[in-house]
C-alpha cells in the first residue's frame, strides 16, 4: 500500500472525528448492540455486526463509525462528499498491486490490526519500488526485464477534470465526439479498451485516464476563428495537468496517447516550439514504457494480454513516429527524437479488426513489405511518415559520395511515386482522412527530396556538389509534377476542409506548392495558369485556418515572402 494513501486516509479520519462534522459518531446506546445498522455499511449495502462503540468493519478501515439514523439535513450533501471519498479510497486501498501482485483483503485485515507494522511494510514497499524504478533506468540487467511494474500511484483529479467532465455522461459525449473527428486520422486509441474503461465507476477514475480525456476534448475542440491565441487557459490547465500526470511516474500508454493528442493540438495551432518538444517528450516516454521495439525492449509496462492491447501499443508508437517526422519537414535540419523503425517491425493492422475489437484478419505486413500488399488505412499513412524519415535522413547526409546520393534519390523517387499512386488508387475507392494524410505527405517528400537538386540550394553545406544537367529536369518536373498534383488534392478536399475531422498533416504540402508556383511565376510570369493555381491553394489554406491554426501561419508566411520578394524586385 502506499504511504501517501494510508496518510491520507488518516487525514480523513481525523477531519471526520472533529466536532461538529457529519461524521461525528454517535453512541447514545448503552447496549452491546446498536439498534440499526452503521451509515457506512448501509451506504455501501455490507452487513454490519453492530457493535458498539463501532462495528466490526468500521474498526478494521480505522474510520469513525456512525449509527445516527441519517445525517442531519444541514450537512446531508457534506457528508455524502465525505462517503464518496472514503470509498474512492476503498477501492484504491483494495485494489492496490505490489509490484503486481494485488494485496488480498485478508492481508489488508491483518496489517490493519497493527499500524506501526503496517506502516513498516509500507514503507519497505515504497522502497523497493523506488529502487526497481531507479534500477530500470540505471542498470536495467539488474531487474527482470517484462516483468517489472510500477505500483499505481494515488494522484487526486484535479478540479479541471471536474468542472469538464462533471458526470459520466459528458465523458461519454469527449470519447464519441473523439472517434467521430481525430480518430478518422490518427486511429491510436482503441474503442474497446476505451468503451471498457467508461464502465468503471466515475468515482475511481485514474488520472491518466481522466488526463486523456482531457486531451481527447482539447484536440477535438474548434477554436473561434477570431481567437487570436490558440493558448487558452483551458490548454494551459491540461498541460499543466498532463506534467503533474508525468512526473508522479505514471507511466501508462494513455499518458502516452494523451500527450500525443497534446502535440497534434500544439501543432495544428502551431503553438511552437512546445508541439516540437512535446512530441520529444512522447518519444522518451515511449522508450522508457519499452514498446517502440515490443518484446525486445526492456518493459515497464506488463506484457499485452490481448491483440487489441499489442496493436493499440503498436499504433501509439507509431503516431510518435508521424509526428516527430512531420515537426522535421518545415526545418530539416532539426534532429529527430524517433529513431527509424527496424525493417522487421509491424506496420499497424487493417481497421476492420481494430475498430471492431477484434483480430486483425488480414496477414501483419512488415515496414519492408512492397506498399502495393494490401492494408490498411493507418498502415498507408505509417509507410508514408515512414520514407519522410528516410528523405530527411538523405537531405542531411553529408557524408555520401555523389554516385550513392543521386542513386538514393532515384530509389527513393521510385518509392514515393509508387505509395503515392496506390494510396490515390485507395482514395477512389474510399475517402478517408488517414490516406489524405498519407497522400498528402507524399506531395510533401516529393518537394523536400527533389528541390534541393533543382539547382535553387544546396543541401546543407554540401555547396561543392556537381548536380547532371539530366538529374536536374528531373528534378524541377518532379517539383511540377508534385505541385500540379497538390491543387487537384485540394480540389477533392473541399467537402471535408470544414469538418472536425480535417488533419492538420495536410497543411505543408499545400505551403510548400504554394512556394513552387511562386517560383515558377518569376520565371515564367507570362503563364497564366500558375497565379490562378497558386490563388486557389491560397484559400484552400484560408479554409483550413478555420479548423487548424497552422494554415494561417504558413498564410503569413507567404505574404511575409511576398513582401520581401516585391521589395528586392
Known sequence: MNIHH????????????????????????????AAQACLSCRAQKRKCDKALPGCGLCTRMRRVCNYSFEPSSSSSEEYQSLQRKVRRLEAQLDSYSTFGSPVSSDSWRSTSRTPA????????????????????????????????????????????????????????????????????WLPIISRERMHRDLNIPFDNISADFALLCLCMRLEGERLPHTLQNPQTSFYLSVKEYHFQVESAGLLSVQLLQAGILLAAYEFGHAILPAAYITIGRCAKVGYAMGIHHGATSPQML??????????????????????????????????????????????????????????????????SSPVNEPTGRYARLCQAGHLIGKILQHVNN??????????????????????????????????????????????????????????????????????????????????????????????????????????PLLAHCFYQAINTYAWFIREMPANSELPQALEFLKETLRKLDKRWKIAGEYIKIIEMNDQSNSAFH
Open 6 to 33: 494510508l496518510k491520507l486516509a488518516q487525514e480523513l479520519t481525523q477531519s471526520q472525528s472533529t466536532p461538529g462534522s457529519p461524521a461525528t459518531t454517535v453512541a447514545t446506546e448503552l447496549s452491546d448492540k
Open 117 to 184: 507494522s503496517s506502516l513498516s511494510g509500507v514503507e519497505d514497499t515504497e522502497q523497493k519500488k523506488s529502487v526497481m524504478q531507479s534500477a530500470f533506468f540505471l542498470d536495467a540487467t539488474a531487474i527482470i526485464c517484462g516483468k517489472f511494474q510500477p505500483g499505481r500511484q494515488y494522484l487526486p483529479l484535479p478540479q479541471l477534470f471536474k468542472e469538464v467532465c462533471p458526470t459520466a455522461t459528458i465523458v461519454q459525449r469527449i470519447v464519441a465526439s473523439y472517434f467521430t473527428s481525430t480518430h478518422s
Open 302 to 367: 506488463h506484457p499485452p494480454t490481448t491483440w487489441t492491447e499489442m496493436e493499440e501499443r503498436s499504433r501509439t508508437w507509431w503516431a510518435v513516429v508521424l509526428l516527430d517526422r512531420q515537426m522535421s519537414l518545415g526545418n530539416i535540419a532539426l534532429p529527430l527524437s524517433v529513431q527509424d523503425p527496424s525493417q522487421v517491425d509491424y506496420l499497424p493492422s487493417t481497421e476492420t479488426g481494430w475498430d471492431e475489437g477484434g483480430m486483425g484478419a488480414n496477414e501483419l505486413l512488415f515496414v
Open 398 to 503: 553529408q557524408i555520401l559520395d555523389d554516385a550513392s546520393r543521386f542513386q538514393e534519390v532515384i530509389q527513393l523517387n521510385r518509392s514515393l511515386q509508387a505509395l503515392s499512386v496506390v494510396v490515390s488508387n485507395e482514395l477512389d475507392q474510399e475517402s478517408t482522412m488517414a490516406l489524405h494524410s498519407a497522400m498528402a505527405l507524399c506531395y510533401s517528400g516529393m518537394t523536400i527530396l527533389n528541390k534541393p537538386y533543382s539547382g535553387t540550394e544546396s543541401i546543407g553545406s554540401v555547396s561543392g556538389l556537381v548536380i547532371p544537367n539530366e538529374f536536374q529536369k528531373h528534378a524541377l518536373a518532379t517539383l511540377r509534377l508534385a505541385a500540379r498534383e497538390t491543387s487537384g488534392f485540394a480540389a477533392s478536399l473541399h467537402i471535408h476542409l470544414l469538418g472536425l475531422q480535417v488533419s
